[in-house]
């Protein structure tokens, strides 16, 4: 890990409506870190996420990523959201694509990256998700687990500096979230920036090396996960522990 912060949201309020989802948010993350941010249902994990690549818009505050204001021009956003990759808990994949095609479709579009160029890449990041056999399939033919697999291999393809995952095992057939859990482990190894929500605790143990706990559209607590499951400080964090882990 190293000291730059790759993403920087400072004092960030978003409303739906009348509704105030973010609550003076302030959350940084730097380069190579591994954040898992979790919290009990509708505290604005997901919002929270979705407004560091742009997807959702704020009402105070700044985001920075990798040092560019997001919402400084149309330009940052748009490089920015070429940047961030994104992994949602519904896989998004093109049904009508093969596995190749869905992975390379953004490198062609967004990146300007030829065709030879795109498919050499995602031979290497099928492989990566150890899906090669694959190539050729369509998502119908896949089960969830090598799906999401899929999706990651697709959000690699941008050369990402930044990957966010929503619940990426949340919707998975149990046998088959380990498989996704192993390849999120290895990115971890490789020095990805990643932020994570998800309840996987195992995970966030192996490899998080910080702990986000949301409640109510504001970070009630965040600390090293060996701290945070040991000795939770807030009551709500205590709560919420032992209700997933008596699941
Ligand atoms: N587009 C939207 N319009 C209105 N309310 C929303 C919208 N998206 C989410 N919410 C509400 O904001 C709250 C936080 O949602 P979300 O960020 O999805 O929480 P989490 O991911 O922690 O479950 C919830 O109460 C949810 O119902
Ligand atoms: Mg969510």
Not at 143 to 169: C, N, Y
Not at 233 to 238: F, G, L
Request: charged letters at 25%; proline letters at 4%.
């Amino acid at each position: 890990m190293q000291n730059k912060k790759m993403i920087d949201m400072i004092k960030i309020d978003k409303y739906y409506g009348d509704f105030h989802v973010l609550k003076d948010i302030d959350f940084n993350v730097k380069q190579g870190e591994i954040v898992v941010v979790c919290g009990p249902s509708g505290s604005g994990k997901s919002t929270l996420i979705r407004c560091i690549n742009g997807l959702e818009e704020i009402d105070s505050g700044d985001i920075l990523v990798d040092g560019v204001n997001i919402w400084e021009s149309k330009k940052n956003l748009q490089d920015i959201r070429a940047e961030v990759g994104m992994v949602f808990q519904h896989f998004n994949l093109f049904p009508h694509l093969t596995i190749t095609e869905n992975i390379t479709i953004a490198q062609t579009l967004v990146k300007n990256a030829s065709k030879e160029e795109a498919a050499t890449t995602a031979i290497e990041l099928l492989k990566k998700v150890k899906l090669e056999d694959k190539a050729t399939a369509y998502p119908a033919d896949l089960s969830g687990g090598q799906k999401q697999r899929v999706a990651i291999a697709r959000s690699l393809a941008m050369k990402p500096k930044v990957l966010l995952f929503d619940e990426p095992t949340s919707a998975l057939d149990p046998e088959t979230i380990g498989d996704v859990l192993e390849v999120m482990k290895e990115l971890a190894r490789e020095n990805y920036t990643i932020v994570c929500v998800t309840h996987e605790m195992g995970f966030a143990k192996e490899v998080g090396n910080r702990i986000v706990f949301m409640d109510h559209g504001t970070i009630v607590e965040e600390n090293t996960p060996d701290e945070f499951f040991n000795n939770p400080k807030s009551p709500r964090a205590k709560q919420f522990l032992n209700e997933i882990l008596s699941h």
